[in-house]
């Protein structure tokens, strides 16, 4: 059984960081892309970030770009996002998730069916 926790969400105020983590047990990661998703209130679930397998290509969302880095340690199993620059609109609960396609080849996949397993979400709240 699969089991991604996730952590380091809180309060912050804009312009503020907020580095989160998501460590997975049942699983070893390092032959799996792993995504960031966000759901805010009232609003569907998207896509945030993502990162390959290898650690050699990452995908945004256009709206973080310059702002997030996705990062991954496969030796600790764990997926991290640096959240910097934060913005009111970032108010989310933030969930990792993992690709349901081991080896994927090309680049890191957004479309949330590509993903089999979820973390419970973290809470992040930007205050303006």
């Known amino acids: 059984q699969v089991q991604l926790v996730e952590s380091g969400g809180g309060l912050v105020q804009a312009g503020g960081s907020l580095r989160l983590s998501c460590a997975a047990s049942?699983?070893?990661?390092?032959?799996?892309?792993m995504g960031w998703f966000r759901q805010a209130p009232g609003k569907e679930r998207e896509f945030v970030a993502a990162?390959?397998?290898?650690?050699?290509?990452?995908l945004y969302q256009d709206s973080v770009k310059g702002r997030f880095t996705i990062s991954r340690d496969n030796t600790k199993n764990t997926v991290y996002l640096q959240m910097n620059s934060l913005k009111p609109e970032d108010t989310a609960v933030y969930y990792c998730?993992?690709?349901?396609?081991?080896?994927?080849?090309?680049?890191?996949?957004?479309?949330?069916?590509?993903?089999?397993?979820w973390g419970q979400g973290t809470q992040v709240t930007v205050s303006s």
């Open positions: 998730a993992v690709d349901k396609e081991r080896f994927r080849a090309g680049a890191p996949a957004a479309p949330e069916p590509e993903y089999d397993y």
């Open positions: 049942g699983r070893t990661l390092s032959t799996y892309d």
């Open positions: 990162i390959k397998w290898t650690g050699s290509s990452v």
